[in-house]
């Protein structure tokens, strides 16, 4: 089975390192660019230009969740089964679109300050002085720039509500977030699970938003389980 991974905002593939290193003797493992689309609609598009011919798995996280919501809706055959980890189906709020504006413009010209301000939200406490967890996200960060943190900020507020699309997703779906994920936390997950038909929720304790990076034995379980299902 080929499994393409989708990060969320400003994290590349070192956000799935553990899950691609265990999971690579049962599946083909990919992790798409998210940089490409200015819309996620032609994010979408972009990463199923690019995934592997026929049917895959895709998992999704934050951002990358919206992603992965949005190819079901393009293209549902193609998804052979779909993971949601510490994401949303819900469109962004107008407090939310001006708050990614804000940090649009301020990245313009201290680009560390929005990591910086970002950082709380993406990590559970216990790990913010942890340079195992905190360290590879600034890493991670880094590796972006202004223009490419705002072309990823446009996709995320132009995604569509993808709560009616949930009844219809038909293969194995795992819903899966940390604990004390604050930015989309359990009861989001609660309300995604009881829509989709058949999908199976997973609460990490001890993580926060990044629950791959927090905490990887217990993500890489899930998802083990996860394509043990297709």
């Not at 999704?60 to 549902?76: F, K, N, T």
């Not at 407090?95 to 010209?109: I, M, Q, S």
Request: hydrophobic content about 50%; proline content about 7%.
């Amino acid at each position: 089975m080929n499994v393409v991974f989708l990060p969320g905002l400003l994290c590349d593939a070192r956000l799935f390192e553990a899950q691609v290193r265990a999971l690579g003797d049962r599946a083909m493992v990919q992790v798409a660019d998210m940089t490409t689309g200015g819309t996620m609609a032609a994010l979408a598009a972009d990463v199923l230009a690019r995934a592997p011919s026929g049917r895959f798995a895709l998992a999704g996280l934050s951002m990358g969740g919206y992603c992965a919501l949005e190819i079901v809706r393009q293209a549902p055959e193609r998804v052979a089964a779909l993971a949601l980890l510490d994401t949303s189906a819900r469109p962004d709020t107008p407090e939310g679109t001006a708050n990614r504006r804000r940090l649009v413009k301020l990245a313009e010209h201290d680009f560390d300050r929005v990591v910086d301000e970002l950082l709380p939200k993406l990590v559970a406490p216990a790990h913010l002085a942890d340079p195992a967890i905190a360290g590879v996200v600034r890493a991670m960060a880094r590796a972006f720039d202004p223009t490419s943190f705002a072309r990823q900020q446009e996709a995320i507020i132009s995604r569509a509500d993808s709560r009616p699309l949930l009844p219809t997703i038909s293969c194995p779906t795992l819903v899966l977030c940390g604990r004390e994920d604050a930015l989309t936390p359990p009861a989001v997950h609660e309300e995604m699970a009881a829509a989709i038909p058949r999908a199976r929720l997973v609460l990490v304790d001890g993580s926060g938003h990044l629950s791959p990076l927090e905490r990887p034995e217990a993500v890489t379980a899930a998802l083990a389980a996860w394509l043990d299902a297709i």
